[in-house]
């Protein structure tokens, strides 16, 4: 079941992002380290209506923002759509323990139809460019790879942006 994340789930769902850094550092993807994500950063998306858990037999498993707001990173990006109505999609993650089972799927899968069911003209991510795993998984989804973002508190190098049309 997917649903609304709620202040009750916070610990969790901190937890959870916390095991995928450490497995990720485990595997040489530096991609989340102590600076992001923070805990407060899934507070505020919690407030904002835009965090959803995977929840499998009762126990959270996987996690995805969903928010129109586009982040001032992406503002240099040449993006196939107007900026006007898309669907951008943050801080996917699923529980090492689940890693390899299809669960990001689904998730990814609910994202976009929730992007459909809400008339969105594209949907927007963004990935580690050091984290080739996770840029397969997207090109055989069908997105499309635009251009290189940094954010320098958590690698030297660039995550690449990506569109999906609807």
Request: glycine share 4%.
């Amino acid at each position: 079941m997917i649903r609304k994340a709620a202040l009750s789930d916070l610990d969790i769902i901190y937890k959870l992002t916390q095991s995928c850094a450490r497995a990720m550092i485990a595997k040489g993807i530096y991609q989340w380290n102590e600076h992001y994500p923070k805990r407060e950063r899934f507070e505020k998306d919690i407030q904002l209506q835009e965090l959803y858990v995977f929840e499998k037999d009762a126990v959270i498993i996987g996690i995805i923002v969903l928010t129109e707001i586009m982040d001032d990173e992406y503002i240099r990006i040449e993006w196939l759509t107007k900026n006007d109505n898309n669907l951008y999609i943050h801080r996917l993650a699923v529980d090492p323990e689940y890693w390899g089972k299809g669960y990001a799927q689904q998730l990814m899968d609910f994202a976009e139809s929730y992007a459909r069911k809400n008339n969105y003209e594209s949907v927007r991510l963004d990935t580690f460019s050091q984290n080739t795993r996770n840029q397969k998984f997207y090109e055989t989804r069908g997105y499309q790879r635009l251009g290189n973002i940094y954010f320098p508190k958590q690698s030297e190098f660039p995550f690449y942006c990506y569109e999906l049309i609807l």
